[in-house]
């Protein structure tokens, strides 16, 4: 069976603070499609990150990075230097290869106070 | 523009009165997919589509809905609401599986009294 665990339900950093999102997914898959979405107050789902299964490669976009780690079933994301328009809801997918479905986590609500 | 257009934006109905919330897509793609947010449930996946006249079942399917006629549209159909489908609803479509990231629609806030 598939499932992503977000287990911060909410976290609160005060601004220009390091922030780290984890999730956890199991799939006995080989092949998968891990992503992350923010979605602001205003609602929208925004794409964020797609990593494929074979791709352990760290990444990093300007103040955020993702560290996936097969090892751990762990795809975590770190925004540098938080600001206030990093608050939103964050989640984190999982897509098996071959299957239509996606499973996503319950979010984590980030507060980042000025 | 890219996009993925969903109507209503917001609803509130009654138990029992059918209603259909529409979605289309202008991006060409072959796949669609509804979901379901909850508080601390995060998205669950209602139904999707692969292709035209190509439907299955997500992980939340009961009490909903969908049909593929065109490849554009991909309508959520509650024939008989109740409370507990009181959520908002997201649709979203991508290129084939794992081939790109899901692209959402604004999101349906639908009440059911």
């Known amino acids: 069976a598939q499932k992503v665990t977000q287990a911060q339900t909410e976290i609160s950093v005060v601004e220009k603070e390091d922030v780290t999102l984890d999730c956890v997914y199991e799939t006995r898959d080989t092949t998968y499609y891990l992503f992350w979405y923010k979605q602001p107050p205003s609602g929208e789902l925004v794409f964020l990150i797609r990593r494929n299964s074979f791709d352990e490669q760290n990444e990093i976009s300007g103040r955020y990075s993702w560290n996936f780690q097969k090892s751990t079933s762990s795809f975590n994301f770190t925004i540098t230097a938080s600001q206030v328009v990093d608050s939103a809801v964050y989640f984190c997918?999982?897509?098996?290869?071959?299957?239509?479905?996606?499973?996503f986590g319950s979010g984590t609500k980030l507060n980042v106070k000025p | 523009e890219a996009q993925v257009t969903q109507n209503p934006r917001y609803l509130i109905t009654v138990t029992g009165k059918k209603l259909t919330v529409t979605c289309s897509q202008n991006?060409?793609?072959?796949?669609m997919s509804w979901y379901r947010q909850d508080p601390g449930l995060g998205l669950r996946q209602i139904y999707y589509s692969m292709n035209v006249e190509v439907t299955d079942k997500g992980d939340v399917p009961e009490g909903y809905k969908v049909s593929r006629k065109e490849k554009r549209n991909f309508p959520l159909i509650l024939e008989s609401p109740s409370p507990n489908q009181t959520s908002l609803y997201f649709c979203?479509?991508?290129?084939?599986?794992?081939?790109?990231?899901?692209?959402f629609g604004e999101g349906s806030r639908l009440t059911v009294l």
């Open positions: 979203a479509s991508s290129l084939p599986t794992g081939a790109g990231e899901l692209f």
């Open positions: 997918a999982l897509n098996i290869y071959n299957f239509n479905k996606f499973y």
């Open positions: 991006m060409n793609h072959e796949y």
